[in-house]
């Protein structure tokens, strides 16, 4: 086991450098923001997904809406139901507490690592594990040096560190475009959003823009199914 944790941090390390400069960026903002050294650090060991915690920093503002936090942090890390799923033959046999141990500690970078290890042959449990290790120690060295250097700056806005939230989640949101068939549930999703944002107080708007989007998506995978199922009947008929 030893062996396959220490194979799976090595694996990881090629990414290493870029998680903990994204961690700075997430430091820094979280310093302006207010949060204390030990209160990042818990964010980070307990929460531990990076597109997760620059929300929750963005809408840290006291009093906090924690109602409103979570429910931002349950929508955003969804994906983890199909990355867990993609995993099963690697977690098929082991227990539940071992399942979850795990699964706490795998990231985007982690899991795709692993993926690309099984089906060499190579990927296990132990090395998914050593990979989330690998990260969440750079992840945390990059939140907590960033928040140092942040608590320094008296004036973010002189080195754009305002915008760096903005900045984020559009290079995130273009790495997740996968064509015309996107375009609707992101239109719906930026129109609900603008429009909650304006008559309800708060960060409702985020989970609202979220929640719409994501049922378009479902809905119009469903209508383009039935579409696909009646022209393959179509054409048997007509063979």
Known sequence: MLVNLRKGAVANLPVAASVAAY??????????KGL???QLLAMNLSVFAGSAQFVMVEMWVPPLPLVEMT????????????????LEPLFRGA??????????????E???????AWRRGEGSTAFLLGGGICLISVWS??????????????????FALDFAFVAVFTALTVSM??????????????????????WLPGKWYILIGGL????????QGGFQSKRASRTQRTNQVQA
């Open 177 to 198: 475009w996968r064509g015309k068939q996107d375009l609707l549930p992101w239109l719906m999703a930026a129109a609900l959003a603008i429009v909650a944002e304006k």
């Open 110 to 116: 982690n899991w795709a690592v692993t993926i690309a």
């Open 71 to 86: 429910l931002a942090v349950l929508i955003i890390n969804l994906r983890y139901l199909l990355i867990g799923a993609s």
């Open 141 to 158: 060295m990059g939140t907590l040096l960033g928040h140092q250097l942040g608590a320094l700056l008296a004036h973010p806005e002189r």
């Open 212 to 219: 719409g989007g994501s049922l378009v998506s479902v809905l």
């Open 36 to 38: 204390t050294w030990l």
């Open 23 to 32: 961690g700075s960026v997430l430091g820094m903002l979280a310093a302006q």
């Open 95 to 108: 227990s539940l507490a071992r399942k979850a141990g795990i699964m706490h500690l795998v990231a985007d």
